[in-house]
């Protein structure tokens, strides 16, 4: 008999084709009364998965839509949910079903207004010409006008489509990511996430966004949800060199990867300092996390900086913070920090990539050119790393 050990077996590459079916532990709002935000913190268990994820990574999530929304949509069909028709891999499926968990149906296709049109339906032909393409994007997509099939197929009521046939141009529903909140070196078995509930109404409904109110609402007990990990260490992860001092600008959600970068520092001893720049609506109810950072803040583990928006008549932001702290931001950078952010894409990360512009100028004694080149240099030298979206 052989005396040598058996290699164990690798963990399985869990993806979007071969998820982890997985548990959800906790569900805590970070958001107080009076908020007008619905965020919170989820735990997610990764027992029996063998996933490895590191600080900076982020979490696919396939979510279900809403089970009233899926009735509706069957009573706006004039079907009973139980005809057969093809589930996204194709295989045959009662409507109810595949509607729940194959389809994306909390908007509408294109291809579903052109097949609406052909069945005579002159608003919708006249919405398609090429030189109403702008209208045809408001009619489908504008803030709080937005339309689902629901609202078309209640519109139009003179509108038949054959179970079978209407599935055919339904989007196959697409998985969510989410940064990681946590480290695995503090919490072995678990993925944390920090998510803002999306809910709005348009044409007199309830809107929710799927997977952020999939995890608020109905992911409990013992419903299981497909997982996988997107690693994103090519772009955003921690410095190597644990003496490495890093700066951290995640407002709102934003911050759900610093939480992951300070329990992973504190984890491994890691000496260098850490800054992070928080900011969010309210102090009294949307401070997250706040019990953790201060005592870390206190422990002199951690530099915090909040700023709470709608405290004040005039807003402050995280880049005012950054633009107040500017002599010490120089100083950091001219240490050899890292710069990171997180958070939202479109107005955030443009004005605080302006603020360090600025401060790289003002303090550092450049011209716009010369601060460019600098900006430049540090995100080459993967010293500023931004996860936005
Ligand atoms: C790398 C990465 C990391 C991310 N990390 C996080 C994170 O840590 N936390 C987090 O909360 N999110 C994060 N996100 C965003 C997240 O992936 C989802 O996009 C978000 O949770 C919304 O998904 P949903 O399924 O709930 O909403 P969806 O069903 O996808 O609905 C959102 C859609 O609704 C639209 N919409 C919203 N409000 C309105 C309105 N008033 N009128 C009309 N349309 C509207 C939006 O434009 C958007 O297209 C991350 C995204 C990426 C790419
Ligand atoms: N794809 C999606 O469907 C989806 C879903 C959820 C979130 N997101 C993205 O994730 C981002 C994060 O959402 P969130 O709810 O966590 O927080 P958020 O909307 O980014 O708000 C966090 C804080 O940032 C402030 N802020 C607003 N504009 C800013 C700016 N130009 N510069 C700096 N700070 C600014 C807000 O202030 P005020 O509110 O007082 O202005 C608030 O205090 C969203 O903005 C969005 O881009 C996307």
């Known amino acids: 008999m052989s005396t040598e050990s058996v290699p164990a077996p690798a963990a399985p ?4 084709k071969n998820p982890f079916h997985a548990r959800h532990l906790v569900n805590l709002m970070l958001t107080g009364s009076g908020s007008e935000k619905d965020t919170r913190h989820h735990e997610i268990s990764l027992e029996g998965s063998g996933i490895k994820y590191s600080a ?17 949509l ?43 049109a052909e069945k005579g339906i002159q608003k919708l032909k006249d919405l398609l010409q090429p030189e109403r393409s702008e209208d045809l994007k408001k009619y489908l997509s504008a803030q709080n006008e937005c339309r689902d099939y629901v609202d078309i197929l209640r519109e139009f009521p003179e509108l038949h489509f054959a179970p079978e046939e209407f599935v055919k141009y339904l989007r196959k529903m697409p998985p969510r990511l989410y940064s990681i ?17 999306v809910r709005f109404t348009a044409h007199g409904r309830i809107r929710k966004g799927v997977a952020s109110t999939f995890m608020a609402e109905r992911w409990t007990g013992d419903t ?10 090519k772009h955003f992860f921690l410095p190597s060199d644990g003496n490495t001092p890093i700066i951290m600008v995640g407002p709102g959600t934003g911050v759900a990867p610093f939480r992951a970068f300070i ?5 491994l001893g890691h000496k260098g300092a850490n ?7 309210r102090r009294a109810q949307d401070f997250f996390y706040e019990e953790q950072f201060t005592k870390l803040a206190n422990d002199g583990f951690l530099r915090l900086d909040t700023a709470f928006s709608r405290d004040q008549a005039e807003k402050i932001y995280v880049q005012h913070r950054l633009e107040q702290n500017a002599s010490d931001i120089w100083k950091w950078l001219e240490e050899g920090a890292e710069f990171f952010v997180c958070g939202d894409k479109t107005r955030m990360a443009a004005d605080v990539d302006n603020a360090l512009h600025r401060i790289v100028e003002t303090q550092g004694g450049k011209t716009p050119d010369e601060a460019k080149e ?7 030298a993967k010293r500023y790393k931004r996860d936005v979206y």
Request: charged residues 20%.
């Open 56 to 72: 900076g990574d982020a979490l696919g999530l396939q979510p279900t839509n809403c089970p009233d929304l899926v009735q509706e």
């Open 224 to 233: 299981t949800a497909g997982i996988f990990l997107q690693s994103q260490q």
């Open 275 to 281: 800054w992070l720049i928080f900011g969010e609506q």
């Open 263 to 267: 329990e992973e520092r504190q984890a």
């Open 13 to 16: 590459v869990y993806s979007n």
């Open 74 to 116: 069957i009573v706006a069909l004039h079907a009973t949910g139980e005809e057969l028709v093809p589930g996204r891999d194709g295989t045959l499926k009662p409507l109810r079903t595949a509607l729940f968990g194959d389809y994306a149906i909390t908007f509408t296709e294109k291809k579903f207004v052109e097949a609406a």
């Open 181 to 197: 909140a946590s480290s695995l070196l503090a919490h072995p078995d678990s993925v944390h996430l920090t998510v803002a509930a």
């Open 374 to 380: 600098y900006v430049a240099a540090m995100k080459k």
